[in-house]
C-alpha cells in the first residue's frame, strides 16, 4: 500500500519535472521591441534569473536557475547583451557562456580629423558629437607622450573599435591613444621628434591615397622645410577654415588667404599640430622617409590618385600644364557622350 502511494507521489513530480527540463528547448519572448541585459561583473546566478525574467528574455526564473543547475560549470560573462527574437533558456544560456556581449563596431579611416569621427559617432548614435569634441580637445591623454600637442588629434589611430552603449568619449579617445602608441612603438621611431613627425604625417595623410607614394610625399615637405620654403599645403588651408567654422567644401581665395595659424600657405614650417590622424603608412613615412630632391608634386589627370613629383619649377609647370590639359580632356569627353546622335530622341521645346 506504502509503495503505491509513493509511486502516486513520484509520478506527477516526475512528470513535472520532465517538463520543467522540456520548457527549456521552448522559444520565447516577452518584450515587443530590443531589450538590453546589462550583467555586471560578480553578479549571482539568481539575480541573473531575475534581470532576464523582468526583462521578458525568459519566462520565469526558475527556468534559468534550472538550466544553471543542469550545466553546473557554465561561467556567465559578465557584459551587456541585446536580444531581438524569441529563444530558448539554453540558447540564453550558451550567449551568456559564450560573452555575445553587445557592441557598436566603430571604423575610424585612415586621415579622419576630430570633425569627421565626431559627426560620425553622432551619425551612429553612438555619442553626440560635442561630448567627443570635448573630450579629444583634451590632450592629458598623450602628454607624457607628446607634450606640444594641443589637442589629440592625429593620435587618435585610425582602426575598428568596439563601444558599449556605457563607453564615454574620454574612454573612447583613450583606447585610440593606446592603439596609436603601440602603432609608434612598432615603427621603432628611435628619437624622432613625436609631433613634429605625426605633424608631418598627417600632412602627407591627407596628400595620397596611395601607401607607396607617401614616403615621396614626406621628402617633398622635408625638402621645403629645409630649404625654407612655405610647405603650401591645401589640407592646412581645409583644417584652418574647419577650425574657424567656415570651411564650405572647396578651397577659397580667402582661405589660402587666412592668417590662421595652421594655413601653411601664409605661415612657415609646419602647423601647429595634426590636421588628421594618419595611418601606419604615412607615419612610417615620415619617420622613413625617401631621399630625394623633390620640391613639387601634382596630381595625375588619370584619376589613379597618383602624383608627378619635380625638382624644379620648370619641371612642375608642366606636369601642372599636362595635368590641366588632361582635365579638360576628360571633361570634354564626358560632355561627348550627353550629346545626343543622328535619330536620338531630343527634348521637346
Known sequence: MRAWR???VAAPAALAAGLGVHSLSWTYAGFGTDVFVDIPKGTATRAVARKLAEAGVVRYRWQFLLARALRPHARIQAGEYLFRRPASVWE???RLEKGDVFYYRVTIPEGSNLFDIAAALEEQQILPAGEFLAAARDSALIRDLAPQAPTLEGYLFPDTYRLSRHTTARQFCRQMTERFRGAWQ?????????????TLASLVEKETRLEQECPLVASV???????????QCDPTAIYAALLEERYRGTIYRSDLDSRQRYNTYQHAGLPPGPIANPGRAALGAAVRPAQTGYLYFV???DGSGGHVFSRDMAAHERAVWKYRRGLNQAKQAT???RVPGPGAARPRR
Open 92 to 94: 540564453v544560456l550558451e
Open 335 to 337: 560632355a561627348a557622350k
Open 299 to 301: 596630381a595625375r589627370p
Open 6 to 8: 509513493l509511486a502516486a
Open 186 to 198: 612598432e615603427l621603432k621611431p628611435g628619437g624622432a621628434d613625436v609631433h613634429a613627425t605625426v
Open 221 to 231: 615637405y622635408l625638402n621645403r622645410l629645409r630649404s625654407g620654403m612655405p610647405l
